[in-house]
């Protein structure tokens, strides 16, 4: 007979009916080496084969292999286990404390905190909590952080510390703020945002597990659901005349408060913040610029009439609430934002993030104006120690006098603008762009939002730290900046901001939720 290697949960979890010409032996109750007394372990049937040589547990019961006769075979081991479960009963006890982990509310929009608890555990048990997710590309993200449980046998990080992991200290959302790829370099970016939520699985494992692979079984897992729209949002393709993008409309008759979406120099058409901005009660027009559709493939000039012909069309639709509209824009696309603040009288609420204040590498062209672009000084690009691009030194010194001309012409809007910054920000330096851009501006019509440590990408806080990846047209992954948990608070602030700057110059929007 084919002799069993493991413990329950290992090999075979469905015991076969034992042949009935083996003789009867009866398991010793007594703890082999390395084993614990009954019920000192939280789980009732776990296999322990890795840690606890020599024996098993049955029902919390520790059992000795050694101390077994005949218990080499499946039959054997299934008659101990038998023996041992009906010693259990008789006395009345189970001997099996649950473990649980959950997530409260098990489905909700990507932006909203969770709670995530742990229950039955042993006073004092140290454990390992891991969240993990596969994008839609088939790239693994993960966080894990380490506990103890209190007395009452509970984990709860949204009041106990992790003691380390991906993070230390008191984060309520660190399993989700703080998840990295398992690829270097790779951003985590929704691409299915309409379709699809993110799952992000999560699990708890005995002791302090640094990696874990398909041997490791956890004591509980549960999978939330992170959506980036709210039920009955809408996703509309736009291909009308030259404007191409997505527009996400909430749920309901509306009006709503119109914003165009921007991204930066990476091209394509990006409807992450699209969706959540929806989920929030904006009407939101995701634009593409070059790199998507039969756009241009590079980004040779700014045509403002792009954008001008773009705010005509969000403005018409009959759900869309005018007479203005607000926009918002990181990186290349705060520097097109601000220009459209500064142009375009439909333009009365603009945020940017991280852009800059002068047009860079492109010429922008609207009607009879040009504006002349200060050149990109690649030669001076940095190699990091891990080979990748700091572009920080690229962009010239704007002040500068010989790139006046290339000044966008901030003293010239009319709505209002937020200005939020990354003090950590690798790419370029986005505080002196904003501060130059608010000097050509009257006080009451700018505000800025500065973040120490926090780098380029400041997006949504469902978004963890992205501080260097690879980016379309460079040959080497690029470097953004910023240092996990500052760069985590800023997001979570600004993202508040951003919503309630919005509602203030926009109109009140509608409450979405899940």
């Known amino acids: 007979m084919r002799p069993y290697k493991g413990a329950w949960g290992r090999q075979s979890p469905l015991l076969p009916p034992a ?128 506990f103890r449980a209190d007395e009452a046998g509970k984990v709860d990080p949204g009041c106990h510390a992790a003691l380390g992991g991906s993070y230390a200290g008191v984060w309520p959302m660190g399993l989700f703020w703080f998840l990295q790829p398992d690829t270097l370099f790779r951003r985590l970016v929704k691409r299915d945002v309409a379709g699809s939520p993110f799952l992000v699985r999560l699990e708890v494992f005995n002791g302090l597990c640094l990696v874990t692979g398909p041997q490791d079984q956890p004591l509980a897992s549960c999978v939330a659901e992170r959506w980036y729209v709210c039920p009955g949002t809408q996703r509309v393709p736009i291909r009308e005349g030259r404007v191409r993008g997505a527009l996400y409309l909430p749920p309901g008759p509306g009006p709503f408060p119109g914003v165009i979406d921007l991204f930066g120099g990476a091209g394509g058409l990006i409807e992450f913040r699209a969706g959540l901005l929806a989920s929030q009660g904006f ?12 756009l241009p493939r590079t980004l040779t000039q700014l045509d403002l009439e792009y954008f001008e012909e773009a ?75 891990v080979g990748a691009l700091d572009n920080s030194a690229v962009f010239a010194d704007p002040r500068d006098p010989a790139y006046s001309a290339s000044a966008i012409p901030a003293e010239k809007v009319r709505g209002k603008v937020l200005f939020v910054v990354g003090e950590a920000d690798r790419s370029f330096n986005s505080k002196l762009f904003a501060e130059l851009a608010m000097a050509r501006m009257p006080q009451e019509r700018c505000r800025l939002l500065s973040y120490p440590g926090a780098g380029h990408l400041i997006e949504p806080p469902c978004s963890p730290l992205c501080s260097i990846s690879s980016m379309r047209g460079t040959p080497c992954p690029v470097v953004w900046g910023g240092e996990a948990q500052a760069h985590a608070k800023a997001q979570e602030h600004s993202w508040q901001e951003i919503i309630q700057f919005l509602e203030l110059h926009l109109g009140p929007a509608a409450t979405m939720k899940l």
């Open 283 to 294: 009407a939101v027009l995701a634009l593409a610029f070059f790199a998507y559709d039969d």
């Open 19 to 146: 042949p009935s010409s083996e003789p009867h032996h009866q398991p010793s109750l007594r703890p082999g080496p390395g084993e614990r007394e009954l019920g000192a372990h939280p789980r009732g049937f776990r296999a322990l084969g890795s840690c606890f040589p020599g024996g098993v547990y049955v029902g919390g019961l520790g059992v000795s292999s050694q101390g077994w006769a005949g218990t080499s075979t499946l039959s054997g081991f299934r008659r101990a286990a038998t023996a041992c479960l009906s010693a259990l009963l008789r006395r009345g006890e189970t001997g099996c404390t649950m473990v649980e982990v959950t997530v409260t509310p098990q489905s909700s929009l990507a932006d909203r905190p969770v709670q995530v608890q742990v229950q039955g555990l042993s006073p004092s048990q140290l454990v390992t909590l891991r969240a993990s997710l596969m994008d839609e590309q088939g790239e693994c993200f993960q966080a894990r952080a380490f």
């Open 311 to 385: 705010a005509e069309l969000l403005l018409r639709h009959p759900k869309v609430r005018g007479p203005g509209l607000g926009v918002i824009g990181v990186s290349k696309g705060a520097e097109v934002a601000l220009a459209m603040a500064s142009f375009l009288p439909q333009v009365v609420a603009t945020v940017w993030i991280n852009g800059t204040a002068f047009l860079h590498g492109n010429t922008l062209v609207y009607k009879d104006v040009r504006i002349p672009p200060i050149p990109y000084y690649t030669e001076r690009v940095i190699f990091t120690e």
